[in-house]
């Protein structure tokens, strides 16, 4: 893109030009690109007073640290007279004679009156108030005082991160904002986290926030070391994430980093280290119960013809004996481990007078709970800033992360695709009665008489497979910032981020694929990159009672990856592997590149007037490759108020609340959700070539595959948000209200075109989803003193609603599970579909009622079943059973969720503790399909032996009925088509847990001075301490399907989630 | 004075970060990518996309080997088809069609806007151009006379992807387009047999395509002159021949001619094909794709003991006639065992090639033709007809043969009927008799004939197929007899 980057100098030169001309009311811009003083004297406003006898007060404000202050506000008491200190700290007031007393303020710290006399000169030193300071927010391209904010954000500092020690910055999320959901679809070390900001927009634009770190957009939360982290915005409604444009609709999380302070050098180490195991296992079978089940089906299975037969036995009475006595294989014990975690935080900052810096290690290294798992992360991060001068500075940080892990790629619907998976939800249905081994102590393989015969050994798919996994990322960022003029900042910064992956993957001969293949195996590398350059202009003003901030922001941004792939399969040498590759007898080759770029301009004013009334407008114009030719730019504007009702003097007079305020915002903001090239039309071969010139394998076919949509874009979301702030009793009593709506249109939709273009259709937008919901925070301290309590509830809920999809009235989505579970392998036999009207995650189903007693065997005949038979609902009545009884069976998405965050402090201790919950979801327990399987298959779950009898007839388990006795009961079924989507395997996956309970101890400093040492404390941690549900899977927080968010709500074979207890001790010196 | 410099440090400092910024260009060109802008640069490319439109056809046709199963059921050689055609009938076969001409035409687009810029295979765009456009007109030719007036899309057309078409091409325009790409195709295709298009096959298609025009829906009959001329030059410049022997006729060696012009070809490697699809069930076939009992046994009554029967049909196996067969109805054999060895049978591929066109088919168009033309047969005509007969009864194809010829002075129609009645037998199972149906409009005989409890699904709408729904909506119109919402 070099040759484009000249192309487009000049246009992108007179671009910026003209936003500072426009930006710059005293100040005109020459062709050739200097910039000419026009007028030259700045006149102070008098606030248009009429003044008789007036006189000139000069002054410098300072800050506590002896920095001056630019930009400080300087007012006469009582008056909207006043001014602002120039980038050198200094003012100079024209005042009345009879002036007595100045208010001098400043963002972050205390506001002073100074009573003046007769004074004209007055130097001021304003002390940083660290209340205030904490009060300040990050918002995208600034930052603002958290009263002023007009938006919905939530900030969360890092510091409260680590109060309750995580491995994960988007774990620690969790539970901390109302409105933002987190959800760890599995336990696998170093796996994927779902994090979702007021509900789904898209259904297949993806709704993944948009994560900024220092700046940089399209950081990686999981890549973070929590240590690092200074602050967290979360950015929800469209006037804050406006200013991101078409990368904002999903909403926005912003990572401010930690940053060297002025001071002495200050080391700071800490340590954890602990043990994580499963919560719970599946509760499956011995080996003796399993026997005598499968017997006793097998009993069953006694008329296969005309002729009544007695099945022998599977397991003879001896081995039946056997196995009560040995307890058979317990599969979950053999593929769980209490796994070892430990992590190594070292930093070193401080600061001279020009120079600040920060340099900070971590090393986490952590064991997954089932064999063979693991995941280790070396971090570095670095950073420097240095004052040039006055009025320019200059920062750079690097972060390098190196990730290792051994667990497979996790691909959509992972349960079955890689061994892992695999492992997870075969080892509780194999049947304890096989030994791991067999008497050559080879892995044993699944016996052909019962049980499903291609069942792979767990314990083998866990151990035998190589998966070796590395990242390796950089992160550079550096800006350069003047306070060129008097209320003008101008800051460039550039950045880049990079990585590059490489997965080594191997299944050997013991593994299913590798016994099938004679080993297979994959190396995949690819190296992706994204620059930014980001030139920032803001522009600060305080006229008297009006305070106006203007900002400005030119932005490129280049997306670069590539990548490429090799298959491998019948290896010589199992050992050697994926490691030589010219011991593969085939080899698959695949590669790719691609290139994207945006580029954007926008702006955002932010007013207030006697700092009560508040507005704030923006507005962003993107450009982006990615969108097709007629559609290049997309605008994002909103708007904003906000109406600091404490601040009016009938509220304040009342002395109840040192915070009211009313907010309401409306914006746009889009979703990118374009692939590179997507709007282009491409070319494929295929895997059938026909013969054409005389030989299929050589004669490669290469078909147009899709049409071009020059019209192709964003997906567009408008936000309403209304809410109010409050704060009582001095702040001790604190509560944030908002109410939001949205509507996402344009949706990235699969649209029919007639045939005879060649396609059968085309990614358009169409279609559309709404979301609204409410979000509550309720903070305080109830309790001060020697004893604190410290404590914040949040409770969210959020409703979806399909709106269009562009003509569909259903659209299935594919949740199929391989085979053997018996529903969905197609999509007009989907679980889940979305229908206009019906929100996201509705589950299609026969609702069952249980089974059949022996009082109600009339009414079971009239649909030909016998008492303990399932019992479907009719939902038509018209006594079958069939698709047309279809229904709505349960519902993936939460109704809402909370969190609730305390911290008591007594004297050194501090006791910390993080209860979170969704409540009204419900999941599809996959794995009970075939738990639960009756006979001789796989039914290794101890609900078997809770079936239906005569004399249990209360269950939902159905009887073992024999051929014989149903051929003599000689009924009809009028049970057809039936397939394994019942409401059986429905399951409330409501939650409450404990998600982390800390209990800290800080070595008292008089101790800990004799020894050099400024701070030592020592903590013990548990996660996922205990979890309250009616769910009976290994964790209700699953999803095995997340590629799509309409997809939510299955759960086979995804890693646990582990329970975790872990010590530390934290020291600083 | 070094205030003042101070402000214009600042203003260079920041006028020279503002100079670095650029704005990224947004047109996409991508890399490792292959779409329309970087593709049909070279002749093995564009020969490419022409094999992808092949695939299409071939999908249709492969995905069990029976392009024309289905699509033709409603006729009276295959089993099955109760001439009740409804929506969405034929649909598939519209849908492949399109495809392969979408991808024709990128060929089309490409050369004309000249994307082909390497000096040495300037001279063989020409050849290039008669393939693509021998092929387009196979495609048409097969929509047109399926579907009536259809949406005629050529390189020149407007993407319809976004400039939607409304309205249909008339019939007669659709065949002027065809004529010309067959008219340019003979100037520029090779002569000579290959699996790719050849001169040869441009001019049966083309003789076919008169041919077909000169009888309904057109019924422009001054052009039975111009398909008897295109088949004249054809037989006279004696590139191809009848294979003497009737059991060869299907023989792999004889794939590419002298018989077979053009067909659908079939090698070792292709996965696609799967010989079972054709056979009873005492072969291990699918046991489905039989002949219909009535028409066979009116055929083997007719002619009995005609050689040509045990060539092309399966009448017994291992001993056992096919009125003992599981489903007690002969099926055909052109495309199985002897002529594919009995390992590829057992593996479910297949070499054999299915027929589009061959030397037999273009001697009973010339037959056709010229009786129809000249108002009566020619001696000429008659010995083109029965050259195919004597073929078909094992007797030397040159000696007259008074017990196998055609009987002398027959009548115009005479001669046309036995003439379409020997392309029924000779051409059973190529998918071509469900064409001569519609084009002699015999429907109603037929089904009299052979299954008249059928009559009352029979009309003239039949002749059509229905357009797709969703293509009929958008071009506003659908073939009558059907219904569109």
């Known amino acids: 893109m070099n040759e484009a980057l000249h192309k487009n100098y000049k246009a992108a030169f007179g671009a910026l030009l003209c936003v500072i001309y426009f930006t710059l009311p005293g100040y005109s811009v020459t062709a050739a690109g200097s910039i000419v003083h026009r007028i030259k004297n700045e006149e102070h406003s008098n606030g248009g007073y009429e003044i008789a006898k007036e006189r000139i007060i000069t002054g410098t404000v300072k800050g506590d640290d002896g920095q001056t202050l630019p930009g400080a506000s300087v007012l006469v008491k009582g008056t909207t007279l006043g001014t602002t200190t120039d980038s050198d700290g200094r003012f100079t007031l024209s005042a009345p004679d009879n002036v007595e007393t100045l208010v001098i303020s400043y963002i972050g710290y205390t506001s002073q009156e100074i009573a003046i006399g007769n004074q004209t000169v007055i130097n001021i030193t304003l002390i940083a108030d660290m209340q205030i300071l904490s009060e300040v927010v990050v918002v995208g391209y600034g930052s603002q005082k958290k009263s002023d904010l007009t938006g919905s954000i939530v900030s969360i500092k890092g510091d409260d991160v680590m109060q309750l020690p995580t491995q994960r910055v988007d774990q620690a999320l969790q539970g901390r904002a109302a409105g933002v959901m987190v959800l760890s679809p599995s336990g696998v070390p170093g796996g994927p986290t779902t994090i979702r900001i007021r509900g789904m927009n898209s259904i297949n634009g993806g709704n993944a926030p948009l994560v900024v770190i220092d700046g940089l957009q399209g950081g990686d939360l999981n890549s973070l070391n929590p240590n690092d982290v200074e602050s967290m915005e979360i950015l929800k409604d469209a006037s804050a994430t406006a200013i991101y444009g078409s990368q904002g609709a999903n909403g926005v999380i912003l990572i401010t980093t930690k940053k060297g302070k002025k001071g002495a050098p200050m080391i700071n180490y800490t340590y954890t280290v602990g043990a994580q195991q499963l919560r719970s296992k599946l509760d499956v079978m011995n080996a003796g119960d399993f026997a005598r089940t499968a017997n006793a089906f097998k009993a069953t299975q006694n008329q296969p013809g005309n002729v009544v037969i007695v099945p022998t036995p599977i397991f003879t009475d001896a081995e039946v004996a056997a196995f009560d006595k040995n307890g058979g294989t317990d599969w979950q014990n053999e593929i769980y481990q209490t796994a070892p975690i430990q992590n190594h935080q070292l930093s070193l900052s401080g600061g001279f007078d020009k120079v600040q810096y920060l340099v900070s290690g971590g090393y986490l290294d952590q064991k997954g709970i089932l064999l063979n798992s693991s995941f280790k992360r070396f971090s570095l991060r670095t950073n420097v800033n240095v004052d040039i001068n006055k009025w320019s500075s200059f920062g750079l940080s690097w972060a390098g992360i190196k990730e290792q892990g051994n667990a497979p790629p996790f691909f959509d619907g992972a349960g079955n695709a890689d061994a892992l998976g695999y492992t997870v939800s075969v080892a509780p249905r194999w049947a304890a009665t096989i030994p791991v081994f067999d008497e050559f102590g080879n892995y044993n393989r699944h016996p052909s008489n019962y049980g499903e015969p291609g069942m792979w050994n767990p314990l083998a798919s866990a151990l035998e497979p190589l998966s070796d996994n590395g990242t390796l990322r950089n992160n550079v960022n550096a800006f350069i910032q003047f306070k060129f003029l008097k209320d003008f900042t101008f800051r460039v910064t550039g950045g880049a981020v990079t990585a590059n992956q490489d997965n080594y993957r191997y299944l050997n001969r013991e593994t299913k694929e590798g016994f099938q293949r004679g080993g297979q195996g994959s190396i995949i590398s690819s190296q992706f990159a994204r620059y930014q350059n980001s030139n920032i202009l803001t522009y600060d003003k305080q006229f008297s009672v009006h305070h106006l901030t203007i900002t400005a922001v030119s932005e490129q941004q280049v997306v670069l990856s590539k990548g490429s792939s090799v298959v491998g399969s019948g290896f010589l040498v199992d050992g050697a592997g994926i490691y030589d590759l010219g011991g593969a007898t085939s080899l698959v080759a695949s590669s790719y590149n691609n290139d994207k770029a945006i580029n954007s301009f926008l702006g955002r004013v932010n007013y207030s007037f006697k700092d009560k009334y508040l507005l704030t407008a923006s507005y962003r114009a993107d450009g982006a490759s990615v969108f097709g030719e007629n559609n290049k730019w997309g605008y994002f504007p909103s708007v904003s108020g906000a109406w600091k009702v404490s601040e009016e003097s009938f509220i304040k007079d009342l002395g109840w609340f040192s915070d009211l305020k009313i907010r309401g915002s409306w914006g746009i903001t889009g979703n990118q959700a374009i692939s590179p090239y997507e709007t282009l039309a491409s070319l494929s071969s295929s895997n059938n070539n026909y013969p054409y010139q005389g030989n299929s394998l050589s004669d490669v076919g290469y078909g147009i595959n899709r049409a071009a949509n020059p019209n192709l874009k964003w997906e567009s979301t408008k936000q309403t948000d209304i809410g109010f702030d409050i704060g009582l009793f001095n702040g001790r009593l604190t509560a944030t209200f908002d109410y939001y709506e949205k509507t996402t249109e344009n949706l990235l939709l699969s649209r029919q075109l007639p045939t005879y273009t060649g396609f059968n259709s085309i990614i358009d937008n169409v279609g559309s989803v709404g979301n609204k919901g409410i979000e509550l925070t309720i903070g305080g301290d109830p309790l001060v003193g020697d004893f604190k309590w410290n404590t914040s509830f949040n409770i969210s809920g959020n409703k979806s609603k399909v709106l269009d999809l562009g003509g569909l009235t259903s659209l299935p989505f594919r949740t199929t599970p391989g085979a053997g579970y018996g529903f969905s392998t197609r999509n007009n036999n989907a679980l889940l579909y979305l229908k206009p009207g019906s929100p996201f995650g509705e589950m299609t189903g026969w609702i069952t009622d249980g089974t059949w007693g022996e009082a109600e065997s009339d009414k079971a005949a009239l649909f030909g079943q016998l008492p303990g038979d399932i019992k479907y609902r009719d939902i038509n009545n018209d006594g079958k059973i069939n698709r047309s009884d279809l229904t709505v069976i349960g519902q993936a998405q939460p109704k809402f969720m909370f969190g609730w965050n305390n911290r008591f402090s007594y004297k050194n201790f501090d006791l910390m503790f993080l209860i979170q919950g969704v409540q009204g979801n419900d999941l599809f327990n996959v794995n009970r399909i075939r738990l639960e399987r009756p006979g001789d298959s796989e039914g290794t779950s101890n609900a078997m032996l809770d079936r239906w009898t005569i004399e249990n007839q209360d269950t939902d388990v159905p009887a073992f009925t024999s051929q014989s006795d149903r051929k003599a009961a000689a009924l009809t079924s009028t049970v057809s088509g039936i397939d394994t989507r019942v409401s059986r395997w429905v399951e409330d996956a409501s939650y409450i847990r404990l998600n982390n309970i800390t209990l800290a101890y800080s070595i008292p400093q008089s101790i800990i001075s004799k020894i050099g040492l400024n701070k030592l404390r020592a903590y013990v941690t548990g996660s996922n301490v205990f979890t309250i549900t009616k769910y009976t899977g290994y964790d209700p927080e699953v999803s095995s399907f997340n590629t799509n968010d309409a997809r939510l709500g299955l759960d086979f074979g995804s890693y646990p989630t582990a329970r975790s207890v872990v010590f530390g001790i934290d020291l600083t010196f | ?485």
């Open chain 2, 1 to 485: 004075m070094k205030n003042k410099y101070g402000f214009l440090k600042r203003y260079f400092a920041v006028s020279f970060l503002i100079s670095v910024v650029a704005c990224q260009d947004l047109v996409e060109q991508p890399k490792g990518f292959v779409y329309p802008g970087n593709f049909n640069t070279t002749i093995s490319q564009a020969e490419a996309s022409l094999t992808a439109s092949m695939n299409a056809l071939w999908c249709e046709w492969c995905s069990n080997y029976s392009y024309g199963y289905g699509n033709f059921i409603h006729d009276d050689v295959l089993d099955g088809g109760d001439l009740e055609i409804g929506n969405g009938f034929g649909s598939d076969l519209w849908n492949q069609h399109y495809i392969a001409l979408n991808n024709i035409n990128g060929v089309l687009k490409a050369v004309k806007l000249g994307s082909i810029t390497n000096s040495d295979e300037q001279s063989e765009i020409p050849g290039l151009l008669g393939q693509a456009r021998y092929l387009r007109a196979f495609n048409y030719f097969t929509l047109v006379r399926l579907f009536g007036d259809i949406p005629l899309i050529t390189e020149d057309t407007p993407d319809p992807v976004t400039n939607p078409i409304s309205e249909r091409t008339p019939i007669a325009d659709v065949y002027a387009l065809i004529v010309g790409d067959l008219e340019f195709a003979i100037d520029n295709l090779p002569v000579g047999n290959s699996p790719k298009p050849s001169r040869g096959a441009a001019q049966a298609l083309l003789a076919k395509v008169y041919l077909t025009m000169a009888t309904a829906p057109l019924n422009e009959t001054a052009n039975y002159a111009k398909a008897r001329d295109v088949a004249k030059a054809l037989i006279d410049e004696g590139m191809y021949s009848l294979v003497p022997d009737v059991f060869e006729v299907f023989s792999p060696e004889n794939k590419f001619g002298p018989e077979n012009i053009w067909s659908y070809n079939s090698t070792e490697d292709d996965q696609n094909t799967d010989p079972q699809i054709w056979t009873p069930g005492i072969m291990d076939g699918w046991g489905d794709a039989s002949l219909d009992l009535l028409w066979a046994e009116n055929w083997l009554a007719a002619r009995p003991n005609e050689p040509r029967q045990d060539a092309y049909l399966i009448l017994e196996y291992d001993g056992v006639p096919w009125t003992d067969f599981d489903e007690a109805k002969p099926f055909v054999g052109k495309y199985v065992m002897p002529y594919i060895p009995q390992e590829e049978y057992d593996a479910e591929s297949s070499t054999a090639n299915m027929p589009i066109l061959r030397y037999a088919d273009v001697l009973m168009m010339y037959a056709e033709a010229a009786n129809m033309a000249e108002g009566g047969p020619s001696a000429e005509a008659y010995n083109a007809i029965n050259m195919v007969r004597r073929r078909a009864n094992k007797v030397p194809l040159d000696i007259p043969n008074p017990a196998i010829d055609l009987a002398g002075g027959l009548s115009k129609a005479d001669f046309d009927k036995a003439v379409i009645e020997e392309r029924e037998f000779e051409l059973v199972f190529e998918f071509d008799r469900w064409y001569d149906i519609i084009r002699k409009r015999l429907l109603v005989e037929l089904t009299t004939k052979y299954h008249p409890e059928n009559l009352g699904n029979v009309s003239d709408d039949d002749y059509l197929y229905p357009i797709p729904d969703y293509d009929a909506k958008l071009l506003g119109s659908q073939n009558p007899g059907y219904t569109t919402e």
